[in-house]
């Protein structure tokens, strides 16, 4: 597959690349090792001419009817949607991720611009009347959006923020993270084509570097940060400092509670595996805390670790790989750390544990899906490892096992599997988590709300309500005549 990507990228701003003056670095395919292009970090200079550009754009942009709005994202959708196959390869081979996910990623994306594209059309204010006239509540733009995303997700990291911001009227400076920035400068060509120069702005570069220029620039009105509860944290501090809403899309721990009343140990299995493992276990949303009913806990570990076994390991291009190669070296040490960890703390390691070596893809970090039996106090159930290990906890009490699922810093999401109904309305309602799944995991349908509670972050995304975050309320009174004078007697 041709990647027609170019050999470098600098910042693209006012739909042009510019070349950049801060220093290289390379993008490489962290299961072989391979260049695929390299990128200009942007300071200063470049992130002050990315939010001078989008400050002049949006007046304008904000001036352009929602129609006429809603028909340019619909666009970059179509457009989108014919590229998929190369955009999918792309994004394999910038972060190692298989092949069948990140195509999946693409559908995610398309999806996205489509749900906004019509969201905004219906994004109304209100009113009513008043005496001696009316008010209206109308709903207006905030301005400059700095935009910071992480790498698990790349193009539906980019859609889930450029989509409601632009969609809004917003103008957007977006910074893809320095893994996985390949298929966010490749979407810049498109955005050239299809809107208003200064709209979209996409400057690459490091957290600490640019991240940090972008999310202190003056000029900017709004802050949304996806990533990691610790760099939220700066994002937080920095939207304090100036009096900015932020949007924080953070880690997560999540639950995933099977009962004693479930039979259909193969299906169960297998959906508790994905939850865990999907994307190498590098998602915020993965069901990384296992708990089953000491009922059931022996049919259902035998039908997971026989499916896990099971699981192929292999290349990003494999067609019949189920995991593949972590986004870097410095994430396969990790998260092989936390499996010795896991060791060390006394769990029981079930399945798993290991690095793989995978011909053809010497450089990676290709890890085997990882099972422990573990307590709900020991680290690797507390912190996010961001990898494909699992932590499975015995239950018996349901009040005890409720307390413990809840007993984490994180609140993202939570899984639960039973056939009784009431029980699980009442576990959904009494979980701190932004999502509940019954009997099935990971649903992010357009338009299902995704946020955390906890320290899983601030706000919304996915849904209608996600332009609520991205606009504020003005209100106007209309009198039909100057009261009667009534103040001064
Ligand atoms: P990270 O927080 O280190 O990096 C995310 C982004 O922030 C990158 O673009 C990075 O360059 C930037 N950044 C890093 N340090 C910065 C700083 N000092 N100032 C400004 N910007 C900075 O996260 P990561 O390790 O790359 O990604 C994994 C994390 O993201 C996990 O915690 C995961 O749970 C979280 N995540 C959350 C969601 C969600 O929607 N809740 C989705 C995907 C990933």
Redesign the pocket.
């Given at each position: 597959m041709q990647l027609g990507l170019d050999k470098h990228y600098g910042p693209f701003i006012d739909n042009r690349f510019a070349t950049g003056s801060g220093e290289r670095f390379d993008a490489r395919d962290p299961a072989t090792g391979e260049l695929l292009a390299t990128l200009t970090e942007c300071g200063a200079a470049e992130v002050d001419a990315a939010v001078a550009a989008a400050r002049a754009a949006q007046p304008g942009w904000a001036a352009t009817p929602i129609e006429e709005r809603s028909r340019l994202l619909w666009t970059l959708a179509d457009r989108l949607a014919g590229d998929m196959t190369r955009r999918a390869h792309i994004d394999a081979h910038d972060i190692g991720r298989r092949l069948g996910e990140t195509t999946y990623d693409q559908i995610i994306a398309v999806g996205h611009y489509r749900y906004f594209a019509a969201a905004i059309m219906t994004h109304e204010g209100f009113g009513r009347a008043i005496p001696n006239g009316h008010f209206i509540a109308k709903r207006e733009p905030l301005g400059v959006c700095a935009q910071?995303?992480?790498?698990?997700?790349p193009t539906i990291?980019a859609a889930?923020k450029i989509a409601p911001a632009v969609a809004a009227g917003n103008t957007v400076v977006l910074?893809?993270?320095?893994?996985a920035s390949l298929s966010t400068m490749e979407l810049c060509k498109l955005i050239a084509e299809i809107f208003p120069p200064g709209v979209i702005n996409v400057i690459p570069?490091?957290?600490?570097v640019?991240?940090?220029a972008?999310?202190h620039h003056k000029g900017v009105a709004k802050i949304s940060?996806?990533?990691?509860?610790?760099?939220?944290r700066?994002?937080a501090a920095a939207g304090a400092e100036a009096l900015l809403p932020v949007t924080l899309?953070?880690?997560?721990k999540s639950a995933n509670i099977v009962f004693p009343d479930v039979t259909d140990f193969d299906a169960i299995a297998d959906n508790v595996a994905f939850a865990a493992m999907y994307c190498n276990g590098?998602?915020?949303?993965a069901g990384t805390r296992l708990f089953v009913h000491e009922d059931v806990y022996r049919p259902l570990m035998d039908a997971l670790c026989s499916r896990l076994a099971r699981a192929v390991v292999a290349a990003p291009f494999d067609e019949k790989a189920t995991l593949s190669c972590l986004v870097s070296e410095k994430?396969g040490r990790r998260v092989l750390d936390y499996i010795d960890v896991g060791r060390k703390e006394g769990a029981r390691l079930l399945t798993g544990g290991s690095r793989r070596q995978i011909a053809g893809c010497e450089a990676g970090y290709f890890i085997e899906p990882t099972v422990f039996e573990a307590r709900n106090d020991m680290r690797i159930c507390r912190e996010?490892i961001?990898g494909p290990v699992l932590s499975v906890i015995r239950w018996s009490d349901y009040e005890v096992m409720l307390a413990q699922a809840n007993d984490s810093t994180y609140g993202?999401a939570a899984g639960l599997y039973t056939r009784d109904i009431s029980r699980a309305l009442d576990t959904a309602d009494r979980l701190q988590a932004g999502s509940v799944w019954v009997n099935q995991y990971f649903n992010l349908m357009n338009g299902t709300p995704?946020?955390?509670y906890k320290q899983?972050?601030l706000g919304r995304?996915f849904c209608h309500e996600t332009l609520n975050y991205y606009t504020q309320l003005k209100s106007i009174t209309l009198a039909k005549s100057v009261p009667s004078p009534f103040y001064v007697r």
């Open positions: 910071v995303v992480p790498w698990n997700v990291m889930a910074k893809p993270d320095e893994h570069g490091r957290g600490a640019t991240g940090q972008l999310i940060f996806t990533g990691s509860t610790e760099v939220g700066l994002m899309e953070l880690g997560g590098q998602s915020c949303l994430q996010e961001f993202l995704f946020g955390g899983s972050g995304e």
